[in-house]
């Protein structure tokens, strides 16, 4: 495609569920990132996948988050056990590779814990 | 790490006024500067960088200048119209991490016309 892709644009799910989000980054980036940004905040750092390597998941808030690269392209963000304070706007931002270059945000999924 | 604070959190201008936001950052190491503007309901988008190279970078109404010694930068648009109106991000990479970038809190811009 074109940009990122994230998918479902929204999640509504019962507190206690778990969810999966999904991360279609631009072909041939090496670099993703998952991002964080809850009501009128600005974006929390959540894990970063880069190539074949281990990812950095310094910035995963608890046990619960946690998120897959396979292939070196599509992402998986998975929340177990959702609370209401994970309500958010989860964010995919893709690069060429983790250089200082632009990244390419997609449109976010907004995730709502009832 | 890297810590980047960005100022002022809301900032209402006249259409056709110019507008200031200005962020600081901790990690003298950075070389790499992007502002991104986020509008409702959309994820943030690129509209200017800049490297530790120069002082300077300017495209049509936006600029962007660092002070590299303060541990600065700002960004500048001028002429504003009620288009602008968004929430502008400023980061800079954590060369500890793969150079990720930290964001500051942001700023909410509203252009009145």
């Known amino acids: ?114 | 790490g890297e810590n980047v604070e960005q100022h002022p959190s809301t900032l209402s201008v006249q259409e056709g006024d110019s507008a200031v936001i200005k962020c600081t950052y901790s990690d003298s190491a950075s070389n790499y500067f992007p502002w991104y503007k986020q509008e409702l309901g959309k994820g943030p988008q690129l509209i200017i960088d800049i490297r530790s190279n120069v002082g300077e970078k300017k495209d049509q109404r936006i600029a962007v200048t660092l002070n590299k010694t303060a541990k600065h930068f700002s960004l500048h648009i001028t002429e504003t119209q009620p288009e602008d109106s968004a929430v502008y991000f400023c980061a800079a990479p954590r060369e500890d991490a793969g150079n990720m970038l930290t964001f500051g809190g942001g700023t909410r811009l509203m252009v009145k016309p």
């Open chain 1, 1 to 114: 495609g074109a940009g990122v892709s994230q998918s479902p644009s929204n999640k509504v799910t019962e507190k206690g569920k778990d969810v999966e989000l999904r991360c279609d980054p631009i072909s041939g980036h090496t670099a993703l990132y998952w991002y964080r940004q809850s009501l009128g905040q600005g974006l929390e750092f959540l894990i970063y996948f880069q190539g074949n390597s281990a990812p950095d998941k310094s910035g995963l808030p608890s046990d619960r988050f946690s998120a897959e690269r396979t292939g070196g392209s599509v992402s998986t963000l998975t929340i177990q056990r959702t609370q209401q304070e994970d309500s958010a706007v989860y964010l995919c931002a893709s690069r060429v590779h983790q250089m200082n270059t632009e990244a390419f945000f997609g449109q976010g999924t907004r995730l709502t814990v009832v």
